[in-house]
């Protein structure tokens, strides 16, 4: 049975995409099957995997307009690739009963032969978001080690909530991990222990320090761990990776 | 007249905020009058500028509810806040005819006595962009010298157009503006060619360094003109300001 973890921070740019692509990467090269669902807009995970002009996008998926098919990327690594067409979801779906369901009942086929799904979301907690949400076993948040990038935090932990009461009661942090860290400079410490006395041991003490190579990868086309396999973005996206699976979610 | 200038990329952190929060504070220490108005759900723009509880925010002036009014925040800089209401406004008016038309409606009233309405904007092109650059003379695109800030850009070209096309004709770019550069990283530069290869002399010849005050300033409730005046960050934003005025728009 997959276990499905959505990547999620309506703060944008603090690493959702290159947290989700890592992630997954990771996965699959321990020998787990796992399918990156990209589920913003932006595509920027997709352009990260190298893949242009996709038949099959997740859009197609949600609308029930083809069945469920992905692209395989590498040795256990399938994507299912974004959409332009995403940006117009939320509106075309508004009326729609359950519409939170979507992507939960879209993915079911795929649960019985996946280990791992991972869901890479957009920077706002609209639908799109909440249908990962609603599907998810578990959500993971990246953050930057700046003011901007927590303090809307609180506005992301009501909607997680909601979520839990009325979709998805089972939806659990999997945990926050800090990204672009840097623990010589104060205001990144400091962060980290905000933080850290507001979810205590949820904050991965895996931490992934700016890494050139993490920003030179997307245009390879290639994850890190096939770009630059011993930049320390690969050797700490492997140690999360680890930290991620002791927890034996 | 107010010359209006939407700040805007669908991509997340690339600098939207601080450029918006920066070059309003640069403008109104040169002695223009300037409104800033936080069109993001996030409110990021008002709370790095230590607005707390606004008793006015932009969703009720667009829904019509009250009077355009703002907050001084300093001599020469109000703010119009933002409000989390705002992530609905899409959806709410989805049926109102003319909807891209209801921020410059809204920002009329301004017009005759503020001579600079910067509009900062969310992680996407939805309807609060639309009005925004409905509503604008200029837009400045803040871009980080990464691969996944630039991928989405004919997107954002295309969005555009459209807007020029049917509802603000004179809707002009006034330039691309570096974030967090550093021209020794080879990405870095490499980028900056790809963008002055498409859009020429539209790349601002300033550029903005990573500079950690620019992080911090946020957590102060103040523009880094008064957090660190002499910060590197200040600098390189009053020359960008200043390159800026040199347009004269
Ligand atoms: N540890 C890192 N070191 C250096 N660059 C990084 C690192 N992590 C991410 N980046 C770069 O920073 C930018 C933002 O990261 P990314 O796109 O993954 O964030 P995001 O949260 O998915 O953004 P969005 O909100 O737009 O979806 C990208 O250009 C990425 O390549
Ligand atoms: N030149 C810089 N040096 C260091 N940090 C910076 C710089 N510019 C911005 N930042 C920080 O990077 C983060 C992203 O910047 P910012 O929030 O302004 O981007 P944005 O495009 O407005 O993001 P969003 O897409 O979420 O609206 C913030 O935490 C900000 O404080
Ligand atoms: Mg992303
Ligand atoms: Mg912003």
Known sequence: MAKIISIINQKGGVGKTTTSVSLSSAL??????????????????????GVIE????VYSVLKGQVKLDFIEVSENLYLLPSSLDLAAFELEM??????????????????????????DCSPNLGLLTINALTASDYYVCPVLPHHLSISGFSTLIQVVDKVRKRLNPGL?????????????????RDTAEVIKSHFGNKLFTSTIPENI?????????????????????????????EELLNLNL
């Open 28 to 49: 699959s090269k321990k020998g787990y099957k796992v399918l990156l669902v990209d589920l913003d807009a932006q595509q920027n995970a997709t352009t990260s995997l």
């Open 54 to 57: 996709p038949g099959i996008n």
């Open 94 to 119: 508004a009326l729609e009963p359950g519409k939170e369901y979507l992507l939960k009942e879209s993915l079911l086929p795929a649960t019985s032969h996946i280990d791992y799904i991972i869901i």
């Open 172 to 188: 659990e942090l999997a945990g926050i991990v800090m990204t672009q860290f840097n623990r010589h400079k104060v205001l990144h």
């Open 213 to 241: 190579a993490l920003a030179e990868a997307p245009s390879s086309g290639k994850p890190i761990f096939d770009y630059a396999p011993q930049s320390n973005g690969a050797i700490e996206y492997m140690k999360l990776t």
